[in-house]
DNA sequence: GTTAATAGGTTAAACGTTTAATGGAATGAA
DNA sequence: TTCATTCCATTAAACGTTTAACCTATTAAC
């Protein structure tokens, strides 16, 4: 691989100084002849000249990068659309504004995040769904660099951030399946390492409350956003008595794993057990019965956060620092439909 | 935003000059006494000191970064989970490595995409599934950067490529079908944009004609590989009389398109119509009928492309330039089994 | 008491750009 | 002729690193 040419080489070539060839690359009309501008572009061509991006971004000290920054997990891809929507979404607004998008991965015990991720080779960073008490959450804060976090919202946080209303997103589903009647109604969650995972558990919490209902500790599961913790969480649930009668499950992937337990143990969804998922991923879509579910607008989140990063980084500052993205909760087969028979009903 | 510290500031505050403080960050223990060490580590704590990669990336010429490069259809990620899987995979490998991957989404009608490409930015390239004709393909063959291809082998072409053998793969598929007994099988493909359409359709040719069956002009539809076109494809074929008994489609998107329009005419699959798709996608696993399917390892895909590409970047060389991964045929109940009795039947 | 070797630094060039400051020739005006 | 302008181009510093080459005390060897 022989080396590249360099400007230097084609300003030797045209004859004239690499500060001229430079300007002509801009295209400084008033700052060359005619002429000159003619014999550089040739020489351009000749030597196959392509200006060093690395080298301009040092000179200009920005590279019109963004950094979209997930967990090192790199199976959360292809495992959870929520993080490929996000990411089309920012890849949209980074291709229409001319901007590349760098991938870090990092652990989430990295305790130097600031390593990775303040070393010039990026302009910005989006921050998904990052953990509650991680380090990365906790970097952002200190604001060194532009940070957007996406996925998660919290008034209370100063860090800018694009995201749905966890809670009331999951109060409208919640709510839902008590206007259906049931009452005994079981909640298949998270951990609390997520903000969300948190904020679903609390809107449970509200609507059992609200409407008078008993949600004692034996009807909630907090595992995984994954099938597994679905599964176990549904065989959990299927040896108490008096049995739930529908289950409120903080993710789809939950929700699906969940299924497929009732459905080998013979109960029927939605006569036996009615289920709510959350995301409305693809697998809820087409699963049988079809799954009812809280579909977020994840793109348009990956969109609106590179819109609000793009925001910061080119000096326009915010108009607001949290943007909150409607939901609707979808219903399907999974459940009944809600009273007032139409399929969706909006929350937010 | 206050200007980040610079080595410079270091040396100062530490009273060296910024060759050792280099020196120090390299851990080089023979050049400098553990006193100035000392010294030099509290000047970059206290100066929240982060070297800035750019900078180095110039001067070492190189920057550990991995390009992957798409169509600028930016919907690509969430809507084919083969473009994910192998990002998945691609960044399983460089997270291993501690390398970087930058995402570069390019029209395929971009005419100069070196000007994007072979800015120094990046070390080597992973081109993900490029059109045929077009400027991509043409680039990498003039073997400027180390590059790879990502789901298209051609053993005439001298670019080294990792993906599946789509004619072996479909050959395969086909033949399983005519081996159910079928004599009147449509062919729902893709205009020959991408190398595996043109693959695809000629081992459909292929198992036709060794099985002595028409494959007259009528029985093939081209068109893209998305669910509209499926829809269009099944309406077509709907007309023809007699109609044929099986749909071998190009891709998954294209079969679900076509079960959709079969299922809306009252059509029954398989025991009317039998469906075979290609690539095995979750929506294809979860529809009902279950699609049977070609399943491809894109994971695998992604993580070998970056495994060679990574041998051709650190001067390892190669053993092969060409890396072909199996497929697999799943039966499901879109069709029969197959006479042996066994779910799944390997090509290649 | 030389000389050689070693430990522990420093100097300065280089990486490939951009851009402020400067310069000089040609033109036009007085 | 002289001065101001305009046009076109150059010089040189800067961006933040790395690293080959060099330097100077100190120690070791004889």
Redesign the pocket.
């Known amino acids: 691989m022989k ?6 080489d ?2 030797t070539r045209a ?9 002509v ?2 295209g400084q009309t ?8 003619v014999r550089v572009q040739e020489a351009i061509s000749r030597l196959k ?4 991006q ?3 971004n ?4 920005l590279s019109r990068t963004l950094g979209f920054v997930t967990h090192k997990d790199y199976e959360l891809l292809t495992r959870s659309q929520w993080y490929s929507g996000v990411l089309d979404g920012v890849l949209s607004l980074a291709v229409e504004r001319d901007y590349d998008i760098k991938l870090s991965p990092i652990a989430s015990d990295n305790s130097a995040p600031e390593r990775k991720l303040e070393d ?1 080779s990026t302009d910005g960073i989006i921050l998904a769904a990052p953990e509650e008490n991680g380090a990365l959450l906790k970097w952002a804060r200190e604001e060194n660099m532009p940070c957007v976090v996406v996925g998660r919202v919290d008034l209370n946080d100063k860090v800018p951030a694009v995201g749905i209303d966890d809670f009331e997103a999951e109060l409208a589903a919640a709510r839902a399946l008590i206007a259906q009647g049931h009452r005994r109604i079981a909640f298949l969650g998270s951990a609390w390492i997520q903000w969300s995972a948190r904020q679903r558990e609390l809107a449970y919490d509200k609507a059992m409350s609200e409407a008078g209902l008993a949600a004692p500790r034996e009807l909630r599961f907090l595992g995984r956003y994954h099938e597994q913790s679905g599964e176990e969480a549904a065989r959990e649930m299927l040896k108490l008595s008096p049995r739930p009668t529908a289950f409120l499950c903080a993710s789809d992937e939950i929700a699906i794993g969940a299924l497929r337990v009732l459905q080998q143990a013979g109960v029927r969804v939605p006569q036996d057990i009615a289920i709510m998922g959350f995301d409305d991923e693809l697998k809820v879509q087409l699963s049988r019965p079809q799954l009812s579910s809280v579909r977020q607008p994840t793109s348009e989140l990956g969109r609106t956060a590179a819109a609000l990063l793009l925001d910061i980084i080119e000096g326009r500052g915010l108009k607001e620092r949290k943007i909150i993205l409607p939901t609707t909760v979808i219903f399907r087969e999974s459940t009944a439909r809600p009273d007032h028979s139409d399929a969706a009903v909006g929350s937010m």
């Open positions: 080396p590249r040419s360099t400007i230097k084609v300003a004859g004239v100084s690499i500060a001229t060839v430079s300007l690359l801009k008033e700052r060359y002849s005619e002429k000159t501008a000249y392509r200006p060093n690395t080298a301009r040092l000179q200009r000290r010039g």
